[in-house]
């Protein structure tokens, strides 16, 4: 399987990369539309233009596209640094065109903005910052350099250097804004698009290692009777050969074999074993299975589950899916990576509902972030004494993949600070560090009969 931060750092790199054949597209209604506005100015308002450097202009964007179309592949990708070429060249073409017919005083003049929208959307912060501050200054020197727009009997259209400078304030302000907004929400759905797919292929990976886990258990059950067989029949050849002293070692030997591949079939096939026959579990028992591959890494877990007699033996059996035990356990993890000593798991249910909080002696969240935790690429917690949180590099994807999984199973998420929360409860003092509690509607988690039963087969005789 691929490492899924690869994957990740993959997708960062090639996600600018746009196909040509879309810009050449939009660049032929780019051209259609200079091509109707020179015609309605000239003929229907009678402007006097520069008619041939204006179609000439305009001429050369057709030249290039023509040489897109036919030199290139309908399938071919820009690169970034490709991109940025034909963006500024766009920019540059309409910015000579503005010059043509009157600069700033050209109603068309906030068409500059378009390919700052463009290149913000598409290219990297570096290229959007470029081209924002070519549009900038090729905005400003159309405020001073120009051919004026002259009608049929001469006079020149022009407007007072009052609402020229407004004009001018209104596209700087257009262009910074657009831009800053488009290249903020294409980032969002970018960050949200990777983070998904990091999501799919966590619950991939733990579905691919339940369906492992059968296949090693059903393995476990076939080879149980040749192993039989082999440990039975070297048990009579040992007896037979006892006058052998060296045939009946190699018969011992063979039983101790069978014994020893017995025993390693049967540790791996447990895991197996329960996710092939217990597809419904205890709350606490699925809890514990999730916690299992952090107890040995320095902190003691600690499992509260009331301290009622009966309310062990009331506790709901729950459905044992992938995606609400790799969420719990990227949770339980967090927890374990920030706390100092102890991370509590408390849990507990009503006729309504089923919860699980989870609770370390840590720093806890950030207060300013509260608000912001489960959202992905977002730095939420530093690790204890300004070292380096371990596996992870600080982006917040752990949480939004157990939050996504979590949600999909019809849990809802809360998140705070046990300093904040249980402030002033004796019992709960140690809990100073960040606490998550899971919620489920008890008909969305519980397993509820016969209907979610699956049949497990009939028994069969073993062949002796």
């Not at 294409?186 to 292929?201: C, D, F, G, I, P």
């Not at 591959?293 to 509260?304: M, N, V």
């Not at 917690?381 to 596996?391: H, I």
Request: hydrophobic content about 45%; aromatic content about 6%; proline content about 4%.
């Amino acid at each position: 399987m691929s490492d899924p931060q690869i994957t990740l750092r993959e997708t960062g790199r090639t996600r600018n990369w746009i196909r040509l054949r879309t810009l050449v597209l939009l660049r032929w209604w780019a051209i259609a539309g200079q091509l109707v506005t020179l015609i309605v100015a000239q003929q229907v308002l009678n402007l006097s233009l520069e008619t041939g450097l204006c179609y000439l202009t305009v001429g050369v964007s057709v030249i290039t596209n023509v040489i897109a179309t036919f030199i290139y592949p309908e399938n071919k990708r820009l690169s970034e640094a490709e991109t940025l070429l034909i963006v500024l060249f766009d920019m540059l073409q309409l910015g000579l065109l503005l010059y043509l017919t009157g600069g700033l005083h050209n109603p068309f003049s906030i068409l500059i903005v378009g390919p700052v929208t463009v290149s913000a959307a598409a290219l990297g912060t570096r290229s959007s910052i470029f081209l924002g501050l070519m549009a900038i200054l090729i905005t400003s020197i159309l405020t001073r350099s120009y051919l004026p727009l002259r009608t049929e009997t001469g006079d020149v259209l022009r407007m007072p250097d009052l609402f020229l400078f407004g004009n001018w304030c209104a596209i700087v302000i257009a262009i910074l804004f657009l831009g800053v907004y488009s290249r903020r929400l294409v980032s969002e759905v970018h960050a949200m698009s990777e983070a998904l797919q990091a999501t799919q292929m966590a619950l991939a990976r733990e579905q691919k290692l339940t369906d492992l886990g059968g296949v090693v258990a059903a393995a476990a059950h076939e080879l149980g009777t040749p192993l039989a067989t082999i440990k039975l029949t070297s048990s009579e050849l040992a007896e037979d050969l006892a006058d052998h002293a060296d045939l009946r070692e190699d018969a011992l030997l063979i039983r101790a074999q069978a014994d020893r591949c017995r025993d390693i079939l049967r540790s791996m096939g447990r895991a197996g074993k329960d996710d092939l026959h217990l597809r419904r579990a205890p709350l606490i028992a699925v809890v514990e299975e999730a916690a299992e591959p952090h107890r040995d890494r320095g902190k003691e877990i600690i499992f509260d589950s009331g301290d009622d007699p009966g309310f062990l033996g009331n506790q709901p059996t729950i459905l044992r899916r992938p995606e609400v035990i790799h969420g719990l356990r990227n949770l339980i993890q967090n927890a374990v990576d920030f706390a100092h000593k102890k991370v509590w798991i408390e849990c507990t249910w009503s006729e309504m509902q089923i919860s699980v909080r989870i609770m370390d002696d840590g720093r806890g969240y950030p207060p300013s972030l509260l608000g912001r935790i489960g959202e992905p690429f977002m730095r939420h917690r530093s690790a204890r004494n300004g070292a380096q949180r371990p596996e992870y590099e600080g982006m917040g994807l752990g949480l939004f993949i157990a939050k996504t999984l979590l949600e999909r199973s019809g849990a809802d998420l809360s998140f705070a600070n046990g300093s904040e929360s249980f402030d002033g409860q004796e019992s709960f003092f140690e809990r100073t560090g960040a606490v998550v509690e899971v919620t489920w509607p008890r008909e969305r988690i519980e397993e509820t009969g016969a209907g979610d039963r699956q049949a497990l087969g009939v028994n069969e005789l073993i062949g002796t």
